[in-house]
């Protein structure tokens, strides 16, 4: 039997992200207004009453005020009803007093799932992998994590991401390797002669070579 193809637009980083209206846990949702002067972060679950799931779920509701800290809303999404979203919601709730109080979005024509490439054939046709979007308040989309529904995602290294574009676009800057807030981060290289001379004349970086040198932020 042929594999019924399924068009996925997957969206690229520096586009802007795809706006949509949806019916969700929280009602209706117009992405363009929700994203307005925030960032967003949209991520996607394979199925509501499901072990990973419940715990990435659990896992962004208990950051919840990280995310605001840092003005980020969060929005979820699976191939569910809006009564199977409820339900789960209600049941996660009862069971450890975690509680999504952010929009989950109820997906069930696959709209959203298509436009932002959340369905890959070979993980499933019916289910959305474990993707992760950072979108600015300008609307772009600066960070794309694809996880495989049979492992979960890494809520550090989501949070830390946040952290470094943000700072990364407050200060102009690049972040190396493993970077976590606190640490040193890299400017950019010199693009002529003069600034070669201005750079290797600044002592307050720490110079590796003329291209790579990292300075602390406060």
Request: aromatic residues 8%.
């Amino acid at each position: 039997m042929e594999t019924q193809e399924i068009k996925n637009t997957m969206p690229r980083i520096g586009d802007i992200a795809p706006d949509f209206e949806a019916i969700t846990t929280t009602g209706n949702l117009k992405f363009s207004d929700y994203n307005k002067e925030s960032w967003v972060i949209l991520f996607s679950h394979p199925a509501d009453f499901t072990p990973v799931c419940t715990t990435e779920m659990s896992g962004f509701a208990n950051e919840s005020n990280f995310f605001e800290k840092h003005n980020t809303k969060l929005i979820g999404l699976s191939i569910d009803s809006i009564h199977s979203h409820i339900a789960w919601v209600n049941a996660v709730d009862e069971k450890t007093g975690v509680l999504f109080e952010f929009p989950i979005i109820a997906d069930l024509d696959m709209k959203v799932a298509k436009l932002y490439g959340m369905l890959q054939p070979g993980e499933s046709e019916t289910a959305a992998v474990r993707a992760v979007f950072i979108i600015d308040p300008t609307g772009k989309i600066r960070l794309i994590m694809y996880y495989p529904l049979n492992v979960g995602r890494n809520m550090d290294e989501i949070k830390r991401a946040l952290i470094a574009l943000q700072t990364s676009d407050e200060h102009k800057v690049a972040m190396p390797l493993n970077w976590q807030p606190g640490d040193k981060v890299i400017v950019g290289a010199p693009k002529t002669l003069e600034g070669l001379a201005a750079r290797k004349a600044d002592t307050e970086l720490e110079q590796i070579d003329w291209y790579l040198a990292k300075k602390s932020i406060g």
